[in-house]
């Protein structure tokens, strides 16, 4: 083989090993960011559970506190059920504790967690994981 051919074939191979280098360094810039962004995604998802957990958390709590208070105004000389499923408590009191008390947290977690989403959107600039891609309706 000639010097010039075999410098052209070598030429030739060194380009083609450093384009597939430059392409690897672009793949691997592209799974990168990929991955990165999958794993901000799964911390914020993460978070936005542990603060729409707490908020419905803390609104149940204290809507049942304040029912218990609504209760005591509503129907004196008695205090709402421990245990609603208790037999020692009247079955009427049992249901309308229950009732009270199914309405009075569910509406106060709905209360709470949409909120919550508002403060998240405020703070982040976007709205919590669960809703992105959602349209309005």
Do not use: C
């Amino acid at each position: 083989m000639k010097p010039e051919k075999a410098n052209d074939e070598l030429s030739n191979q060194i380009a083609a090993v450093e384009a597939a280098r430059n392409k690897l360094v672009a793949d691997i810039d592209v799974l990168d960011r990929e991955v990165r962004l999958e794993v901000l995604y799964r911390m914020e998802s993460f978070a936005w559970k542990a603060v729409a957990g707490v908020s419905a958390a803390v609104a149940g709590l204290a809507a049942t506190k304040v029912l218990g208070q609504v209760w005591a105004k509503l129907i004196p000389d008695t205090t709402p059920p421990d245990d609603p499923t208790d037999p020692s408590t009247s079955a009427k009191d049992a249901i309308v504790w229950t009732a009270l008390t199914g309405l009075g947290v569910g509406v106060a977690t709905v209360l709470a967690q949409r909120a919550a989403a508002s403060g998240w959107s405020k703070a982040t600039g976007h709205v919590p994981p669960p809703f992105e891609g959602k349209a309005k309706r």
